[in-house]
């Protein structure tokens, strides 16, 4: 939750005064969701618990013909410290996000060998297909109109992403060579 915390703070921040609305369109804008795991049936919710802490406050509450009320936020002093607090953390310490694969690596003896290295191969080619629909992106004119900074977040998640698909590949041939899984086997 603090990632999503500090996105909404961080964007409220930037927008004030903003609808829950815009919030939620701008982090999906960003493809947050995929990124730092902020869902977007949680943006709500994070507003409405970051008013009642007094991170947020609710400016004003419109309804317009049959829609549902917009509620109009703006940060607080308490909001800023916490929105810095959570951005230097971020920044300044390193922290892994937990990924339900390593979990899962965790009992490779459980599968048969051939179906593990399938496996990696099939999570390599997902990755290999995420770094093209990103350098498409990253070549379109939608991207021109964002900050370089997002190109350059971009351009990280695809080291990552080269990165874990070069391991994929290299332990799916380890397994397929018979490689022990244990010490002394």
């Not at 709500?44 to 802490?53: A, D, F, M, Q, T």
């Not at 070549?139 to 992403?161: C, F, I």
Request: net charge neutral; with cysteine.
């Amino acid at each position: 939750m603090s990632a999503t915390r500090m996105m909404i703070l961080g964007v409220v921040q930037w927008m004030q005064p903003v609808h829950g609305y815009d919030v939620r369109r701008e982090l999906l804008s960003w493809s947050a969701d995929k990124w730092a795991n902020v869902q977007p049936g949680s943006i709500y919710h994070g507003l409405r618990k970051l008013s009642e802490e007094g991170l947020l406050r609710e400016v004003a509450t419109e309804q317009v013909g049959a829609r549902p009320a917009r509620t109009t936020y703006e940060i607080t002093e308490k909001g800023v410290a916490e929105f810095e607090s959570l951005l230097r953390g971020n920044w300044w310490n390193l922290s892994g996000s937990p990924d339900p694969f390593m979990a899962a690596f965790s009992f490779l003896p459980a599968l048969p060998r051939e179906e593990a290295a399938a496996a990696l191969r099939n999570r390599a080619a997902q990755l290999e297909a995420g770094n093209k629909q990103l350098a498409a992106a990253l070549g379109a004119d939608w991207a021109a109109k964002k900050p370089v900074y997002v190109s350059w977040m971009w351009e990280l998640a695809m080291e990552r992403a080269e990165a874990e698909i070069r391991w994929c590949e290299r332990v799916a041939r380890l397994i397929e060579a018979g490689t022990a899984y244990f010490p002394g086997q």
